[in-house]
T-cell receptor, first 116, second 110 residues
Framework: DAGVIQSPRHEVTEMGQEVTLRCKPI?????LFWYRQTMMRGLELLIY????????DSGMPEDRFSAKMPNASFSTLKIQPSEPRDSAVYFC??????????????FGDGTRLSIL | SQQGEEDPQALSIQEGENATMNCSYK?????LQWYRQNSGRGLVHLIL?????REKHSGRLRVTLDTSKKSSSLLITASRAADTASYFC??????????FGEGTQLTVNP
């Protein structure tokens, strides 16, 4: 079975540019999570969706960040405008039906984002 | 939110030895999950133990849970160089989110 697919794997861009990260969850999973990982702050949950609806976006750092899930097989995380402090590895994860915390999460291999 | 705290932060052992990592948390949980992360990769789910379970096995992995002490341990037996990775615990409460700790960096030397 295909796992969670993220693209791009690496992104290098200049400060002020718009960045769009993409995620395809595992088919049949109805929870989707976006995380950010840095050395300083570890792995932080940014936002999660259930059945394409955002449930908790309290981890989104500021209005420059937005996430959408237009359908069950696709989600985007957008940063506009980007800043050097947004440099991190961004992970997408999905989990099967059932309350999300009671199911294992399946992670993609992440997007390594560098903002110059 | 509930966050697990792993201990030790780093562990270095020889191949064939056992590795034990500990996790502590603060409030009541529904379950606790352990994950592994290899360098440059996403997290991989290892094992989920429910609050009414005390011990669970999966291959060379053994997880224990003590809800009275709010702690869990992950034991990897007969370690291999390929077990070198970071290991994270994630206590789960009634909601759907998991909060990961800083992790234990395990190095298994050949």
């Amino acid at each position: 079975d295909a796992g969670v697919i993220q693209s791009p794997r690496h992104e290098v861009t200049e400060m002020g540019q718009e960045v769009t990260l993409r995620c395809k969850p595992i088919s049949g999973h109805d929870y989707l999570f976006w995380y950010r990982q840095t050395m300083m702050r570890g792995l932080e949950l940014l936002i999660y969706f259930n059945n394409n609806v955002p449930i908790d976006d309290s981890g989104m750092p500021e209005d420059r960040f937005s996430a959408k899930m237009p359908n069950a097989s696709f989600s985007t995380l957008k940063i506009q405008p980007s800043e050097p402090r947004d440099s991190a590895v961004y992970f997408c994860a999905s989990s099967p039906p059932g309350q999300g915390g009671n199911q294992p999460q399946h992670f993609g291999d992440g997007t390594r984002l560098s903002i110059l | 939110s509930q966050q697990g705290e792993e201990d030790p932060q780093a562990l270095s052992i020889q191949e064939g030895e056992n590795a034990t990592m500990n996790c502590s948390y603060k409030t009541s949980i529904n379950n606790l999950q352990w994950y592994r992360q290899n360098s440059g990769r996403g997290l991989v789910h290892l094992i989920l133990i429910r609050s009414n379970e005390r011990e669970k096995h999966s291959g060379r992995l053994r997880v224990t849970l003590d809800t009275s002490k709010k702690s869990s341990s992950l034991l990897i037996t007969a370690s291999r160089a390929a077990d070198t990775a970071s290991y994270f615990c994630a206590p789960a409460t009634s909601g759907s989110r998991l909060t990961f700790g800083e992790g234990t960096q395990l190095t298994v030397n050949p």
